[in-house]
């Protein structure tokens, strides 16, 4: 009672305040009430009423003004101390109750609106007051406020959260429709750029011989955009074509090439009787042209010769006036590289028309051959008549240091000759003259036309016509005075030159690599390769890039591009057989009466081409020769005799082990298992001539035990007399784990479990063809595909899913039999043989890898190198004696570079030399795709 008679003042004291009798009396219990008036009354001298009657608590109406109890004793708070006490104690309790009253009395006079409730920091003091316990307790009217601010409360605590949960669902609906439209977009620029990926990869491939710079820019460009199959592969065509494109920039219309030892610098002799001076690495032109004739239009078209010295130093350029219109006269002119000083001009016989000309290895000499074109009309010899003179350049000289009558074919460092003579006895020979002294060093007897020397006078080139009209060229080593090996014939070379075939042969500076038109040879007569050229007029750019005249342009090749190595390894051998690895060669020498019954064997280190251990007797009961030899693991290898003999050699034993393999006849084709267990053996025989049975089967023998692993062959076949429906059996091919085998039985594939070895059985059958299964071979990296080598085709197949994997790789032949055929380490890039030439495909996107290997010879086996960078081929060519009989040699093993630059992407750049520029990215890019910088440092 007393403590509602109080108030908080605002300096922290308390005051006196009447409180109506309806307030104090607002019980719901009646008794309370009652005890409240007791109090009043018992405590009348310090409680004073007054007004009117109060209403009672059931709700009577007063009949005039309501009656308010007065605390009649004002510092009744400080002199009482309990009633201090409870003051000072409750002080925030009291303050709450305070402010919760005049609340109440608001909220009730306007009708208890909701908005008068308590709320926040208000409502929790209240409500903490209320529910201490502690007097003055809440009448109705506070405990009615208190209700209703509560449920208020509730009510907006429950609308927030339906709020917060409705603003979360339609957050998560809208960050769920951004996401879904981010990824949609996402989806549709990948898609844009995939398209465009591939639409610049096959644009890629058209361009890709005609202009190997663009060609390179939109690979580039594709691999940029998004990486896909489609878009490495055309980076790996671009990557394996020898064609470099073209100098960039150049105009004119080139006569002539020269370069200097070190193929960093290029001359170009010009039909407008210029000389231009090109960096080869850069591919830009050093300087102006230097003026060599002053030529009018009508003039007509000069022949150049140009030459530079092996440091670059100096240039020699001629031309030969004869053909031009007017007065002018042959010049021979002589310039300083680095100061373009021209330093001088020989004197050019009268009547005579300077050619070839060529430095000496130190640069300070130059040799000109000047033809005498009035004897040439009417000589009978075949080198007509004139005169060659070497000069001295550095210094200048004013004479000739030497002088040889009736010119012949000069090397191209200067310090030989060949001159061609008849004899007495009318028999042609060639006499080699030593360009330093002019003294004779040699003379050889030789069939045909001399038509050129390589470096020091160590190789000799010479032609003659074959019986069917192609054109015979010979090797001679003229330090031994023979020829090299045997004579090797090439078809069309002298078509494709019209103005002479001396112009399309060209040596090597280090005079390994002999470029005869557009193909590749070494100084051995070996063929290496060729490069993609339609002209043939080509000249060396140091060891390794080939310069040549196309029309109007100067276009490069890279023969260390998917080029054979030019020391290959030459065996004279009756069969070969390489290790699956590439490492190990294997060759079966040619007899000689040295050679014990069995003939010998030799093991070579292909890496290195040199042999590794001495000659390995034969087996001392062999029946002839070899027809196959199967290459193992850790040395291991067997060979067949034509009779179906077959011998391994056991390499830690020191020993031949014979296989009782009683396949009556020829094997068709021999497998060791990767793991090294077992060998599997194709073969048979043709019955009498009376029973006509052919008789066919395959047989899996353990290798250790020499004990076949089943009973009886793996696969037999006997057809008696049906000959037509008889099932050959051929190629064999085993599963990287070893466990399957792949066998071409008849015109179908066929494949056997071998996990269980002594139960091996049939599986399955692949395909049916109509043709001949060459060959088969498992990818190394995937046990479920099958490389199969048919007719004019090979195919990829699924093992598992017994179907074809995209499309056959075609050939362009018909009806001819690709095989044999091997994967790359890495699965990747499948190499298949097609007659003369190797044919390279990327497995994924069933499309040929850069231009075909041009071996121009009979491929026996093929393996690539462990870590893929090499592409081993052995094999023979045919080959064409002095008197036009062709015969076969074996026993050649070539090694090929596959290597890809460490970085693709800056080798391709290197190609193109350029950036793309905007007006080609929008030729040649969909629209949408923003412009990037595809070779920025170019």
């Not at 074809?804 to 699965?827: K, R």
Request: a negative charge; charged letters at 20%; proline letters at 6%.
């Amino acid at each position: 009672m007393f403590l509602r008679c109080l108030v908080p003042g605002e300096d922290g004291g308390w005051s006196t305040r009447p409180v109506p009798a309806a307030e104090l009396f607002d019980r719901h219990d009646p008794a309370e009430t009652e005890a409240l008036r007791r109090v009043v009354r018992a405590f009348a001298p310090l409680l004073a009423v007054t007004g009117d009657h109060a209403p009672d608590p059931a709700g009577q109406q007063p009949t005039g003004r309501t009656e308010q109890i007065v605390l009649t004793r004002p510092a009744l708070p400080r002199a009482w101390p309990r009633l201090r006490n409870w003051l000072d104690d409750r002080h925030e309790e009291l303050n709450a109750h305070h402010r919760t009253r005049q609340a109440a009395h608001t909220w009730n006079s306007n009708g208890q609106r909701r908005g008068d409730v308590l709320t926040g920091a208000n409502l929790d003091k209240a409500a903490g007051w209320a529910a201490s316990g502690h007097p003055p307790h809440p009448n109705r009217a506070e405990r009615g406020l208190l209700d209703a601010s509560t449920r208020a409360q509730t009510a907006r605590a429950r609308r927030v959260r339906i709020t917060a949960v409705v603003l979360a669902i339609t957050t998560l609906l809208s960050l769920a429709a951004t996401g879904w439209a981010v990824r949609a977009q996402d989806t549709a620029n990948r898609q844009r750029d995939n398209a465009a990926s591939r639409q610049l990869a096959a644009q890629s491939r058209q361009f890709s011989s005609a202009d190997p710079g663009t060609a390179a820019l939109l690979a580039v460009a594709a691999q940029r955009i998004q990486e896909t199959p489609e878009s490495r592969a055309a980076l790996d065509n671009i990557l394996t074509q020898s064609a470099r494109g073209g100098l960039n920039g150049y105009v004119g219309s080139p006569a002539a090439l020269a370069a200097d030892g070190e193929g960093r610098l290029l001359a170009v002799g010009n039909y407008d009787g210029t000389v231009e001076l090109w960096d080869v690495h850069k591919r830009r032109r050093n300087g102006d042209p230097l003026e060599l004739l002053e030529l009018s239009p009508t003039s007509g078209q000069a022949d150049f010769s140009v030459a530079l010295s092996p440091d670059g130093g100096t240039l020699a350029a001629a031309v030969d006036t004869s053909v031009l219109v007017g007065e002018q006269k042959p010049v021979v002119r002589i310039w300083d590289v680095r100061s373009r000083r021209h330093l001088g001009d020989l004197p050019v016989p009268e009547g005579a028309a300077p050619g070839p000309i060529a430095f000496t290895p130190d640069g300070k000499s130059v040799a000109v051959t000047f033809s005498d074109l009035a004897a040439d009309a009417a000589a009978a010899t075949d080198t007509g008549a004139g005169v060659v003179e070497l000069w001295d350049v550095r210094p200048f000289g004013h004479r000739p240091r030497l002088q040889i009558p009736r010119p012949g074919v000069v090397s191209p460092d200067a310090t030989t000759m060949a001159v061609a003579r008849e004899t007495t006895e009318g028999h042609s020979t060639v006499e080699l003259v030593d360009l330093a002294t002019g003294a004779r060093k040699k003379r050889i007897s030789r069939p045909g036309e001399v038509l050129a020397l390589g470096p020091k006078g160590r190789t000799l080139i010479t032609t003659k016509e074959g019986e069917d009209g192609e054109t015979i060229f010979f090797f001679w080593d003229t330090r031994a005075a023979q020829k090299k090996d045997e004579d090797m014939s090439i078809s069309g070379v002298a078509e494709a030159n019209v103005s002479g075939v001396d112009e399309a042969i060209t040596f090597s500076p280090d005079g390994r690599v002999v470029a005869i038109g557009t193909q590749l040879w070494t100084a051995d007569g070996i063929r290496l390769g060729s490069i993609d050229a339609e002209s043939s007029n080509q000249t060396f750019v140091g060891n390794g890039i080939v310069a040549g005249i196309d029309i109007d342009s100067v276009r490069l090749w890279d023969l260390t591009v998917h080029q054979a190595d030019p020391r290959p390894i030459d065996i004279d051998a009756r069969a070969t057989g390489i290790s699956r690895n590439g490492r190990v060669l294997v060759a079966e020498m040619e007899h000689s009466p040295e050679m014990p019954p069995g003939g010998s064997f030799q093991t070579w280190n292909v890496a290195n081409g040199k042999k590794t251990g001495a000659a390995i007797a034969g087996p001392k009961d062999r029946n002839g020769a070899s027809v196959s030899i199967e290459v193992g693991a850790d040395g291991m290898f067997a060979t067949a005799d034509p009779y179906g003999g077959i011998d391994i050699w056991d390499p830690a034993a020191g020993q031949w082990l014979p296989l009782d393999i009683s396949l009556g006849g020829a094997v068709s084709d021999m497998a060791f298992s990767p793991d090294g267990r077992f060998l599997a053996v194709s073969g048979g025989y043709r019955g009498e001539a009376s029973t006509l049975t052919y008789q066919w089967n395959i047989q899996l023998w353990d290798v250790k035990k020499r004990v076949q692993v089943t009973d009886g062959p793996l696969f037999p076949s006997t057809r008696g007399q049906q000959k037509e429906k008889m099932e050959e059996v051929g190629a064999l091919a085993f599963s990287p784990d070893s466990r399957t085998l792949a066998a071409r039985i008849g015109r179908t594939v066929r494949l056997f479990d071998l996990s269980d070895a002594q139960n091996s059985k049939e599986i399955r059958s692949l395909v049916t063809y109509t043709g001949t299964v060459q060959s088969l071979a498992f990818s190394p990296v995937d046990n479920q595909k099958l490389a199969i080598g048919g007719e004019s085709a090979a195919f990829l197949w699924d093992v598992e899913g017994r179907h074809q994997i995209g499309i056959p790789f075609t050939s362009g032949s018909p009806n001819e039999i690709l095989g044999p055929l091997v994967f790359s380490p890495d699965g990747h890039i499948l190499a298949v043989n097609e007659e003369e030439r190797i044919l390279l495909w990327d497995a994924t996107v069933h499309a040929q890898v850069g231009a075909p290997l041009n071996k121009g010879g009979v491929v026996q086996s093929l393996a690539f190198s462990s870590d893929g960078a090499s592409l081993i081929t052995t094999g023979g060519v045919v080959l064409v004696d002095g008197s036009g009989h062709e015969f076969f040699r074996d026993g050649i093993v070539q090694r090929w570079n596959m290597a890809i630059p460490a970085d693709p992407l800056a080798a391709a750049c290197a190609i193109a030399n350029r950036n793309m520029t905007r007006t080609e990215w929008s030729e040649y890019v969909p629209s949408g795709v923003d412009y990037l910088d595809v070779c920025p440092a170019q």
